[in-house]
């Protein structure tokens, strides 16, 4: 037997395509050309491609208010927009862009626009009851026309510029015609008793169509302002439009008889009447319009509220009451498309065909829609007369079934050749709405549906010959059995991959298993704290899933009907769930807009998706489960497609690039080709190579000069990422040389303009100035200690081998000490140097190398003296005061000496200086000091010549030191 391979676990899945809402109700126009549709929707004007279906572009601006209306030119090149906040907004709607804004004089919201055929004037009518005229080339308002009485409803050019005539009707019914030239109402056309909805002017200009809600359309003879034909048309008119002055063989229309018009209103018929005749020549009827056409107060939702006609298509476009966009052609009104503008709550998805090609869905409506994917193309499909709920397919996708709150269940058949939708078989039988509907998995013998009135059905399908012979007539399917499921309402029902078990769950909060063919109840599964939302059978375990309002998806055993696992990670109630992966992994859904990603064998989530704002009703895979369609309360659809592999694919190449790098890396490295390997590392984004190859270039002789080539040939982009590496680089004191140097160049050569252009130089500079100035602080504390270890030895070693108290002895000199205090007092003046920070490296190896040095000659000097004066420091008085000098330095004052006789402070300070713990004996002390003595005695003789001789009666004074206080008094003045 061969083994199956794996399934690939699922991680990710990526927007492939949305259906969303482009129409929300309000004006819609085609452009000139007829390719472009502009339709309302909302605050913006959502531009559509007509052969697609899918939006173009979006014309808004941010926090703008709703529009009121818009216009667009005759020649395409002018977008004006009008808003509720009494704001006209002109766009170039093809990038988009705003050109200009101004505020309307009318003081209510426009309810009316429209452009004279030169498109360089444009009418603007109000609530306010008046109509301007602006001229768009010019920007100002030309005309101000009062007259009207209510809301302005059609305002309209004469086609001939040289008349300069407005037409304009509002609610008091009556047509006003204004001549731009004197601003004056030279005629009143009364003929109308309701709102006019629509005036058209024949091609010669004589002739004008005036339509209306009072059920008539009247022509009227602009020469003389007079009426010559009035025409009954049975229905309220809300749109009208002129056919071309041509012959239409197929709508009965010969060019001959006179202009031809097409109506729509309030029956959702298109009628083609003759004026010459006064008669309907032609009807066209919608399915959905056929049950109303003949009633006396007709269905709203069958309503058609606008029509336009494109002669470069030869198309006739009908938009009706609940936002469906229907295409037809203009010779003999054949179906081309239809578009859904608004979808409101999406409760049902479902994949449809053998290829998954089309999608049928159900939303908050009586009608069924079926998208081609390919092309966006929806048919609407009528027969529900009640919002439908659910929706489950056969599997060769040829058959599916749709239940509804008309307490209805309707079977239908798809053509995979020709896309269309035909409705087959009814089902009537159960009292209250059918809440959810599933298909047999293996054959079309069968159908169960549950519903409000807690009743469980099963329903026998008539073979697929009988079904395929169905033309118009559905066929009556028939219950087989009936069985009260629940005690309230049943949400859902699955039927397993065998079709040998049923699960229905219900708002009681529990799962039942029933037996398919007599509906047997095998069992109840309970556990949930809420209602249950969804049930589904894993494809390949003996388990069921279920979704529950308590926020919990869990996993029940067949076998024992006990809980297997439960997922926790909604934070609201879970609507659905799809097995995925052969039934390893589960994708759900909430009703807060997420979708989950789920692992069955470690309870893990994989993903979380977040791109509907509402809660997720519709959720299903295709048959390869390459594709997952989402649909939620916020009426967008979402195509998911599973990027699982592409990703897989691409990381790993990204690794492999990766490793072709850093060996490209390391190569330049070892070639010494620093401007490169920079350049690259800075493309890996690796700030700890940079920082290595810019450590190799400083250890080099001539380090920084090299460093500062590398640095000026590098672009800025690269500067820009350098300068980031360097924020890194100076929150660590080991680096803070390197991130310096680096920085220094960088100042240095590039000018304060240019660096006020980089993208990162506000964080840059916010992150290296705290820790710039930690590290001087740092360096000044290091220096001023530095001196004080030197200037302390300089004058041990001067008391050593001179012991003289004469001034100008010390082997420190007052220019030296002068020197000292100010490299102490002026530290930041010096630091201001570009290369500081490699002097104040260099002064502090040297500073440590005198340490080392001094330290070594103290060790010698203790060795060579004790060995030496060992007999005489036996023999001589213990007790006996030791000479010491001691000399303070000031600044402009010569050296002071002072007489200890404290030997102790002397032997903690040389012991805290130069010796360990192990050679600090008292002995050891003894001897250097006698040693010391001996040798102050010897050079005073030597030396009487230099030596001042005190005078008579005057004893020579000597002073004790006081190392300890000497040392505070050096620090204080050194912090000063």
Known sequence: TAIMAAPVRKKNFAVQAKIEPFYTGGKVQLSADGQHLFCTCGSKVQVLDVQTGKVHTSVQQEDDDDLSYFAVSPDDKHLVTAHRSLLLRQWDWTEPRCVRTWRAIHISPVSYMTFDTTSTLLATGGTDSTIKVWDLVQQYCTHNLKGCQGVVSVVAFHPDITRAQVYGAANGYKIHVWDLNTSKCVALLDKHYSTVTSL???????????????????????????????????????????????????????????????????????????????????????????ATENQSKPDQSCLLTQTLLSTQTDTIAAVTYDHNILFYTLQDFRSRKQLVGYNDEVLDIKFLGESDSHIVVATNSEQ???????????????????????????????????SSKDNTVRLWRFDDSSGKVHCVAIGTGHTHAVSAVTCARLKPVFV????????????????????????????????????????????????????????????????????????????????????????????????????????????????????LKTFEGHDCSVMKAVFLSRGAQLLTSGSDGLIKLWTIKNNECVQTFDQHEDKIWALVANSVETTVVSGAADSYIIMWKD???????????????????????SNLLHEGRYLKAIGLAITLDQPYRVLTIVTDILKKPEGRLQLEETLKKLREDQVDAVLKFVVRWNTNSRNCHQAQAVLSIVLQHFPPDQLAQFPSIKPAIEGLVPYTERHFQRLNRLLQQAMFVDFTWQQMRTATDQGSTEPDQSSLKEEDVDQGENSNGDLSSTLDHPGIEHNLCEQMDRQRDVESDSLKQAEELVINDSS???????????????????????????????????????VETKEDKTSGPEDSSDEDWDAVLAAMRKSDAQKTKGKTSTTKTPKQGQKNKTWPVDTTNYSNKRRKSSSK
Do not use: Y
Not at 374 to 401: N, P, R
């Open 448 to 563: 169960a549906s549950v519903s409000v009135d807690t009743t469980l059905k099963l329903w026998s399908v008539p073979s697929q010959s009988e079904l395929t012979a169905v033309n118009d007539t559905p066929v009556h399917l028939h219950s087989t059995a009936t069985e009260r499921a629940h005690e309230k309402d049943i949400n859902s029902i699955a039927v397993s991959p065998n079709d040998k078990l049923l699960a229905t769950g219900s708002q009681d909060r529990t799962i039942k298993l029933w037996r398919t063919h007599d509906l047997h109840q095998l069992g109840v599964l309970r556990g949930h704290k809420r209602g249950i939302w969804c049930v589904d059978f894993s494809p390949m375990d003996q388990v069921v899933a279920s979704t529950s309002a308590d926020g919990t998806v869990k996993i029940w055993s067949l076998s024992d009907f006990t809980c």
């Open 368 to 402: 069924v829609r079926v998208f081609n994917l390919a092309t966006m193309d929806c048919q609407i499909l009528d027969g529900h007369t009640d919002i439908v709920l659910s929706l489950s397919v056969f599997k060769k996708g040829q058959f599916f079934a749709s």
């Open 868 to 906: 030496s004066e060992k007999s005489s420091s036996e023999s001589s008085d213990e007790d006996a005061p030791v000479k010491i000098v001691d000399v303070t330095l000031e600044s402009g004052i010569g050296t002071k000496t002072k007489e200890s006789h404290r030997p102790s402070a002397v």
């Open 643 to 665: 990027v699982t592999e592409e990703e897989q694919q691409e990381e790993k190449t990204k690794t492999e690039d990766l490793i072709l790098k850093e060996q490209e890396l």
């Open 200 to 290: 058209r002017f024949t091609p010669d200009g004589l002739t004008l169509l005036s339509s209306g809600r009072d059920n008539i359309v009247t022509m009227w003879d602009v020469t003389k302002f007079q009426v010559f034909k009035t025409i009954p048309v049975f229905e309220n008119v809300e749109s009208m439009e002129l056919l071309p002055h041509q012959d239409f063989p197929q709508l009965c229309v010969r060019k001959e008889d006179g202009p031809h018009f097409i109506t729509a209103g309030s029956k959702g018929v298109l009628k083609v009447w003759s004026s010459q005749k006064s008669r309907c020549v032609f009807s066209h009827t919608r399915p959905s319009s056929k």
